[in-house]
C-alpha cells in the first residue's frame, strides 16, 4: 500500500477501507475534518447512509495520521450487534491479548494512552449509546489519543464536534459538458460506469442524461454507484428515463429508491441470495454462501452466476484474500437486505441456517484441530469471527436456541485462549447457561469450560464456583475433563497438588484414547519441571502434525535447559517454537518465546540483547498481562533482575524501548537472529536535520510537537518524517525509534576513536535537547566526563567503522 494512502503510522495498524483509495471529491471536506481534530478530539461525521461517511473518515485519517506516533487504528463496529463488545473489537483491532481477568475497556485505554493514536469508529449508529462511553472513558483516560467516529446521529458526549457530511452538489439543469466534467456526481458516475463498461465516458451526446441521473439522485454517492452498475446494460438515456419513472423520493427514501431499483434489476434468484447473504456480518466465500444461500428458488449450481450478478450490480463486493475470493456487503446495503429477508418470512429460517453454518464449522475445527490443518483452521476461524458472534447472538435471542451455545463456545475452548478471548467465551457461555435449563445435555461440559477460561483469566474464585456446580451434576460429568480444569486451576495458582493433578488428568486422558486433551495437562507437568511429560508432549505432537501445542512444548524444554541444561540447545529450541508461533499468526505466544529467549541471552551474557528481548515480550499486540507461564514465573524475575544489574537503568531502558519499539515482523527477525531493516540502515545517510527529527520521533513527539520545538511549519515537520521513513527503508514511526535507541545503544560501548570519528560525521546536533552529539564528544574525551560517570545516556550514532576487544559487533550487519 503506498504510504500516501496507508493508515498505520505507528503500532496501531488497521487497513481502511479499499475504497478511500480511489475516493473522488472530498479533499476539501477531509482537509475540514483534520483542522477539527486539531481543535477538539472527538469528531464525528454525520450523514445519511450512502452518503460516504466512511470514505472520508478514511481519507481524513490518511491525511492526518502521520501527527499520531501511535498511528491511526480503523475499527469497523458493523459486526457488532451487543454494544458490550466493543471494547474486546478494539482490543483486537490493537493486538491486546490478555489473561489478568481485568476490564478490557481498561487495558484498551491503558495502551492508546501510552502513545498518541487516532482511533476511527466507523458505522457507530446501532451501538451508539456503547460507542459514546466508549469515546468517553478513552477521552477522560488518553489526553494525547483522539476520536473520529461516523454515524448517523452523534454520540452524545460532551466537546464532541459533528461534521454533517452532505451528497455531492448536483449540476444545474442548464450546465454545460464542461461543467459536467467538472462535478464530483458526474465523475463518481462515469469512473463506476466504466468500469463496468470499458470506454464509457462523459461526452456531448450523453452529457444532458448523465446530469439527470446525478440530480434525480439527489448526489448522494451510494445511489450513484448503484445506478453506474444499470449502465451495463443501459445507455445514459434509458437509465435517466426509467428513474423518472419511478416516485419522486424525499430526503429519507433517495437511498431506499436507489436500493431497491437495483433490486428490482435483479433476476428472481440474484433477490433471493441478496436477501439471504444479508445474514453474514462480515465477509464470507462460495462454500459459506452454498450453505447459507441455497435452498428454494436458488440451487446450489445458479449460486456462482448469481454472486456475479450481484457484483456486477454493485451490491457485493469481492476481496481477494489469498487464493480465495470472499464477498461482502456495504452495511446499507445489508440493512435492506435484512428487512427485505423479513418481508420474505425468510429471516428464522435463513439465520437458523447461518447459525447452523457455523455450527458446522466450528464442529470441523474441533475435530481436526491437533492436526496439521491447525494454521489454516485458524485462519477460517478468524475470518469467521464477527460470523461467529452473530451467531452465537442469535441464537441467545432466538426462543429455543440457546443450547447451541453450550455447544459451539465450548468446543472453541483452545480457540479462545490461545487467541486471548477467555474472557470474551466466559461472556457467551454465561449468558448461555442463564438461558438453559438445568438438565441440558451440554451444561456439564460448559460449566466445565467456564471454569476452565476463568482460570485462563485468573478469576480463581468464579472458576472453583463453576466447577462446584458442574460437580453436582451426576449425568454427562466427564470426569476427565474436571480433573483437567482442576490441574489448570491449580496451575494459575502457584497450587503445590497443579503436578500431581496434571498426572492424573494426562493419564485418564490417555486411557481413553483422547491425545488431544493430554496435550496441555503434560504441559502443566513440564511447567512443574517434568521434562519427560514434555518430551512425551512433544513427541505427540510430531505425530499427530499439531503445531500451537508442539510450540508450548519446545518452549517448556526450553525454559527447563535454560535454568538448569544446555543455553545453546534451549536457544535453538526457542526459536523453533518461535518459527511454529509465526505459523500460527499467534502474539499472545510470540510474547512467552521472546521472553525465554530474553533468558537466554541473559544467561549467555548478552545483555544489551536481553534487555531488547524482554522489550520486544511487552511491545503492544505482543504481551500478555499476566500470562501465567511467563509473568508469574520466577526466572523472568531472575533474569530480568541479573539483566538490569548488568546494564544500569539507562542502558537497559533503552534497550528495553528499542525493543518494545520493533515491529512483529522486526522483533521475529531479530530473535531469530536475521539481520533487520534497523540493522542495515545507515546512519550517514539523514541530514542533521532529520537526525534531530528521528531523535524527537523516538522521544515520542508528534510532529505538531517537532513542529513547535523547531519552529518549522507542521507541513515541514510532516516532510521530514516521510523523508526518514523513505531513506531507512520503514514503514512506521515505531521502526525509526528502535531504530534510533539500537543505534545508541552501540554508541554506548564504542571507544574514544570511534566515538571521535562518530562525532565529526553527525556533526552539531545540539539543537535536540542539548544531548545528542554532545555525548559523542564527551565520549571522545572533547567534553569532559559522561553524565553517568562512565558510558552514559546516548541518543545518536552514526556509522561505526570497527570494534574493539574482539567483542562481537554491536550493530548487527555491519
Known amino acids: 500500500m503506498a504510504r500516501s494512502t496507508a493508515i498505520g503510522y505507528g503500532d496501531g495498524l488497521m487497513d481502511p477501507p479499499r475504497t478511500a483509495d480511489a475516493c473522488i471529491g472530498r479533499r476539501h471536506e477531509a482537509a475540514q475534518v483534520r483542522a477539527l481534530l486539531g481543535r477538539g478530539r472527538l469528531v464525528t461525521l454525520t450523514g445519511p447512509g450512502g452518503v460516504g461517511k466512511t470514505r472520508l473518515a478514511a481519507l481524513a485519517a490518511a491525511r492526518t495520521g502521520p501527527a499520531f506516533a501511535g498511528g491511526v487504528v480503523f475499527v469497523d463496529l458493523t459486526e457488532l450487534r451487543d454494544g458490550a463488545l466493543l471494547p474486546d473489537l478494539v482490543a483486537a483491532r490493537l493486538g491486546l491479548r490478555d489473561r489478568s481477568g481485568r476490564s478490557v475497556l481498561r487495558l484498551v485505554v491503558n495502551r492508546l494512552a501510552e502513545r498518541p493514536h487516532l482511533l476511527v469508529l466507523d458505522n457507530c449508529e446501532h451501538v451508539v449509546d456503547a460507542a459514546g462511553a ?28 459533528l461534521f454533517q457530511v452532505l451528497p455531492f452538489e448536483v449540476p444545474p439543469v442548464a450546465s454545460s459538458p464542461g461543467d459536467l466534467a467538472r462535478s464530483d456526481a458526474v465523475r463518481l458516475l462515469v469512473e463506476r460506469a466504466s468500469a463496468v463498461r470499458p470506454g464509457f465516458a462523459l461526452t456531448p451526446e450523453n452529457s444532458a442524461a448523465i446530469g439527470r441521473i446525478c440530480r434525480r439522485l439527489d448526489g448522494l454517492p451510494l445511489a450513484i454507484e448503484l445506478a453506474a452498475a444499470s449502465l451495463r446494460s443501459l445507455s445514459p438515456r434509458q437509465l435517466a428515463d426509467r428513474l423518472a419513472r419511478l416516485p419522486l423520493p424525499t430526503d429519507d427514501s433517495r437511498l431506499r429508491t436507489a436500493v431497491d431499483w437495483s433490486y428490482s434489476l435483479c433476476s428472481p434468484v440474484e433477490r433471493a441470495v441478496w436477501r439471504r447473504a444479508s ?145 470474551e467465551c466466559r461472556r457467551w457461555l454465561d449468558r448461555a447457561l442463564d438461558a438453559t435449563p438445568s438438565d441440558h445435555p451440554d451444561r456439564p461440559r460448559a460449566l466445565a469450560f467456564c471454569a476452565l477460561h476463568a482460570a485462563w483469566t485468573a478469576d480463581l474464585n468464579a472458576a472453583a464456583a463453576r466447577l462446584a456446580e458442574a460437580e453436582r451434576l451426576t449425568v454427562g460429568t466427564d470426569e476427565a475433563l474436571l480433573g483437567y480444569v482442576r490441574a489448570h486451576a491449580a496451575h494459575v495458582g502457584s497450587d503445590e497438588r497443579a503436578a500431581s493433578l496434571a498426572a492424573g488428568a494426562a493419564a485418564a486422558f490417555r486411557a481413553r484414547g483422547d491425545v488431544r486433551r493430554e496435550l496441555h495437562p503434560l504441559w502443566i507437568l513440564g511447567m512443574c519441571g517434568d521434562d519427560a511429560a514434555l518430551r512425551r508432549m512433544l513427541g505427540l505432537c510430531e505425530s499427530l502434525g499439531e503445531t500451537r501445542y508442539r510450540a508450548m512444548a519446545r518452549l ?5 535447559e535454560v535454568e538448569h541444561g544446555d543455553a545453546a540447545v534451549a536457544e535453538d529450541l526457542a526459536r523453533a517454537a518461535l518459527r511454529d508461533h509465526l505459523t500460527l499468526g499467534a502474539g499472545a505466544g510470540t510474547a512467552s518465546v521472546l521472553d525465554v529467549l530474553a533468558w537466554i541471552a541473559d544467561r549467555t551474557g548478552d545483555h544489551v540483547r536481553a534487555a531488547t528481548l524482554f522489550g520486544t515480550a511487552d511491545a503492544p499486540g505482543r504481551a500478555i498481562e499476566p500470562a501465567p507461564e511467563v509473568a508469574g514465573s520466577g526466572p523472568r524475575r531472575v533474569h530480568r533482575a541479573s539483566t538490569l544489574a548488568a546494564l544500569g537503568p539507562d542502558r537497559f531502558d533503552q534497550a528495553f524501548a528499542a525493543g518494545r519499539g520493533m515491529s512483529p515482523e522486526a522483533a521475529a527477525r531479530f530473535a531469530l537472529g536475521a539481520d533487520g531493516p534497523a540493522a542495515d540502515a545507515r546512519p550517514g545517510s539523514l541530514t542533521r536535520r532529520q537526525w534531530q527529527v528521528a531523535g524527537m520521533v523516538a522521544e515520542g513527539l508528534s510532529n505538531r510537537d517537532i513542529a513547535a520545538h523547531l519552529v518549522i511549519s507542521q507541513r515541514t515537520a510532516d516532510t521530514h518524517v516521510h523523508n526518514i521513513l523513505d531513506k531507512l527503508g520503514f514503514r512506521t514511526r515505531a521502526q525509526i525509534a528502535a531504530w534510533f535507541a539500537e543505534q545508541s545503544l552501540s554508541l554506548s560501548q564504542l571507544g574514544p576513536q570511534d566515538a571521535a570519528v562518530l562525532a565529526g560525521e553527525v556533526g552539531d546536533l545540539s539543537g535536540f535537547g542539548g544531548r545528542v552529539g554532545d555525548h559523542a564528544r564527551s565520549s571522545a574525551g572533547e567534553g569532559g566526563p559522561s553524565p553517568s560517570g562512565g558510558t552514559g545516556e546516548l541518543r545518536e550514532i552514526g556509522p561505526v567503522s570497527a570494534h574493539r576487544g574482539g567483542q562481537r559487533p554491536l550493530i548487527r550487519g555491519q
Open 279 to 423: 445474514v453474514f456480518a462480515g465477509s464470507f466465500d462460495l462454500p459459506a454462501a452454498e450453505q447459507v444461500c441455497a435452498g428454494p428458488g436458488v440451487a446450489r449450481e445458479e449460486l456462482l452466476d448469481a454472486l456475479d450478478g450481484l457484483l456486477d450490480k454493485s451490491v457485493l463486493l469481492g476481496e481477494e484474500h489469498g487464493d480465495v475470493v470472499r464477498y461482502r456487503m456495504l452495511e446499507t446495503i445489508r440493512r435492506r437486505g435484512r428487512e427485505l429477508l423479513d418481508d420474505a418470512g425468510e429471516r428464522t429460517p435463513v439465520s437458523r441456517g447461518h447459525r447452523d453454518w457455523i455450527d458446522g464449522l466450528t464442529a470441523k475445527a474441533d475435530a481436526r484441530w491437533a492436526g496439521p490443518g491447525q494454521p489454516a483452521l485458524i485462519a477460517t476461524l478468524d475470518s469467521a469471527r464477527a460470523d461467529l458472534r452473530g451467531a452465537l447472538e442469535w441464537s441467545l435471542t432466538e426462543p429455543g436456541e440457546a443450547g447451541a451455545v453450550l455447544r459451539i463456545a465450548s468446543r472453541l475452548d483452545e480457540y479462545w485462549a490461545f487467541s486471548g478471548r477467555s474472557a
Open 134 to 161: 466508549f469515546a468517553s472513558s478513552v477521552l477522560a483516560g488518553c489526553p494525547r489519543t483522539a476520536l473520529l467516529g461516523t454515524s448517523r446521529q452523534s454520540l452524545g458526549v460532551a466537546g464532541e464536534q
Open 556 to 560: 517448556g524444554l526450553a525454559r527447563l
